[in-house]
């Protein structure tokens, strides 16, 4: 029997029940679309540091922190408009 293998590479941060659902999923898929059976289907998460990753010259983890000062400071903006209307008025 031809045993499928999956090995998926992500950054940590997930719930262990996002990675049985994502899992899940691929085992799934490798039924569905190539048939087969799901009892032989191996599918493994291997997990690294936000900050042992980069694309485009940007580790994950300054890249998570910029998105988060970004939003905060969106955030403000939107608390601190007062060209929106208020709500009743």
Do not use: C, Y
């Not at 899940?24 to 009892?39: F, Q, R, S």
């Not at 042992?52 to 408009?81: H, I």
């Amino acid at each position: 029997m031809i045993v499928p293998l999956v090995n998926i590479q992500m950054a940590e941060g997930r719930t262990p029940a996002q990675k049985k659902a994502l899992m899940a999923a691929i085992t799934t898929a490798m039924h569905e679309h190539i048939g087969a059976p799901k009892e032989s289907v191996r599918v493994w998460i291997n997990e690294f540091p936000n900050t042992d990753f980069m694309a485009g010259g940007e580790l994950l983890a300054d890249k998570q922190a910029r998105l988060a000062r970004e939003a905060a400071a969106d955030a403000a903006v939107r608390v601190n408009d007062t060209t929106r209307p208020v709500p009743g008025q």
